[in-house]
Each structure stands twice: as C-alpha cells, then as structure tokens.
C-alpha cells in the first residue's frame, strides 16, 4: 500500500521562501523518480519539479526554473521542494507523487499542503 503525506505549506509574502516535504511509504520509493505537482481551483494538476531515484536527473516547469529546488532522502523516504522568489502565481495545493515523463505514475494522491503567496 503507497501513501503519500504531504506538509510544509503557509501563507507567505511574495518574494518568500518556503520548503515543501513529502514522505511516502510502501513500494512508492523503490526505484521511482518522485516529483511534485500543483493546482489550483479550476484547473488541471501540472507538474512542477521531479527527481531521479540517484538524485541525478532533476526537471523542472519552465515556470519554476531557478526559483525551486527539488531534493531526496531515500533513507527516509522523503522528497522535498525548496521554494524561493514565490510570487502570487505559485498559490495552489502541492501534490508529490511517483514520477515517468512528467505524469503521476499513481491515480491517488495524499491530502496536499496548501501554498498561498500574497501580493
């Protein structure tokens, strides 16, 4: 059974920083890339940023490019998103999930940790 639980997110001014965490558990880590995702109301989840298992291949949203910085803990499991220069574009709920091209490789998703960006 694969669970992802997300935390970290706040309410923060523009130009902040904030560091998102996500620890999975079960079979979630064996091997994947992991990544994080976002969305907003009204809108279709999109990625954001994802890493390769040894930490070596990271990608990255044009949108987030040089402001956020992904990382992993495979001892413990955890992925997790530096964010910094966020601006009121990044407000939405933060998703993490195993990642192939970009797309969630699970239909589920843990409860998410609200980002919101005040102007």
């Known amino acids: 059974q694969v669970h992802f639980v997300e935390s970290g997110g706040a309410l923060v001014q523009a130009g902040g920083s904030l560091r998102l965490s996500c620890a999975a558990s079960g079979r979630t880590f064996d091997r994947s890339a992991m990544g994080w995702f976002r969305q907003t109301p009204g809108k279709e989840r999109e990625f954001v940023a994802s890493?390769?298992?040894?930490?070596?291949?990271?990608d990255y949203a044009d949108s987030v490019k040089g402001r956020f910085t992904i990382s992993r803990d495979n001892a413990k499991n955890t992925v997790s998103l530096q964010m910094s220069s966020l601006n009121p574009d990044d407000t939405a709920v933060y998703y993490c999930n195993a990642v192939i091209d970009r797309r969630a490789v699970y239909d589920f998703w843990g409860q998410g940790t609200q980002v919101t960006v005040s102007s």
């Open positions: 890493i390769s298992w040894g930490g070596g291949n990271k």
